[in-house]
């Protein structure tokens, strides 16, 4: 099975191979897979970091060797860690978003192939939690980004991706879709129990979880609803104070890290 890598900004993971299929999921720059088919121009990658499936362009990659792949899923993930900042090869110019991954980055370089990109910008070397600062911190970085349907950057993101590229930020991988993060994690039985990074979860009149958001102390959670928002959250839900109503249905709270 080949193996590859995000050379550019941001990629569109469809569901299906056309540009006119739903969008799943992101991939970003730096963030590595496997190919497991190639149909028309299309590639169907499975992602290492969490394991995603899905189609994009074979314009939208580069080869990546079996070694370099080995490397990067043994290697703790150098992670970009401004809004947006550029990474330079040459005279070429990519714009790298929040939580972009920085391949074998050493001396404000790093390595995709053979090729070298320079970048000069802020980067950490995420630590698993020890404290619940640092990750709410994180949340507040993508703080009325607009909502977009499998998004995953500043500039669009949906509910489950907002999550887990804060929890990327902080050294946990949790995986893509709200029902699956659900199954991740030590479970809390009471609202009341739970603390500041706790993750909850939402269910639709069919008990299906459709949605997840980040609480943040005094009943308080931070989520991807129209844009990144803070709504107030009790044992009933999400309130929210400008519909004067609840939005979601609380069904269960996890704790990570």
Not at 121 to 133: A, H, M
Not at 141 to 156: D, I, T, V
Request: glycine share 8%; with cysteine.
């Amino acid at each position: 099975m080949p193996f590859a890598i995000c050379n550019l900004s941001i990629v569109p993971v469809r569901c299906e191979p056309s540009h006119r299929s739903e969008m799943g999921t992101q991939v970003l720059f730096g963030e590595h897979f496997e190919v497991s088919e190639i149909q028309s121009g299309w590639a169907r990658i499975i992602l290492a970091f969490d394991r995603y499936e899905g189609w994009i362009p074979v314009s939208n990659y580069a080869d990546l060797d079996a070694e370099d792949f080995k490397l990067l899923n043994k290697q703790e993930i150098c992670i970009s860690y401004d809004l947006v900042q550029i990474a330079v090869h040459d005279k070429t110019i990519i714009s790298l978003v929040l939580g972009s991954s920085l391949p074998f980055y050493k001396d404000k370089k790093c390595r995709i192939g053979e090729l070298e990109f320079d970048f000069d910008g802020n980067v950490k070397y995420p630590e698993r939690l020890s404290s619940s600062n640092t990750l709410i911190e994180n949340a507040y970085m993508y703080l009325n980004a607009p909502y977009l349907w499998g998004g995953r950057s500043p500039f669009g993101i949906d509910c489950s991706g907002f999550t887990q590229m804060v929890f990327k930020l902080s050294g946990i991988k949790l995986r893509r879709d709200a029902w699956m993060q659900s199954e991740q994690g030590q479970l809390i039985h009471l609202l009341d129990e739970s603390r500041p990074g706790d993750l909850a979860f939402f269910d639709n009149e069919e008990g299906k979880i459709i949605h997840t958001g980040i609480l943040i102390g005094k009943n308080k959670i931070i989520h991807s609803s129209g844009k990144v928002r803070i709504d107030r959250i009790d044992h009933h839900g999400i309130y929210n104070e400008e519909q004067k109503k609840y939005t979601h249905n609380l069904r269960l709270i996890k704790r990570l890290g």
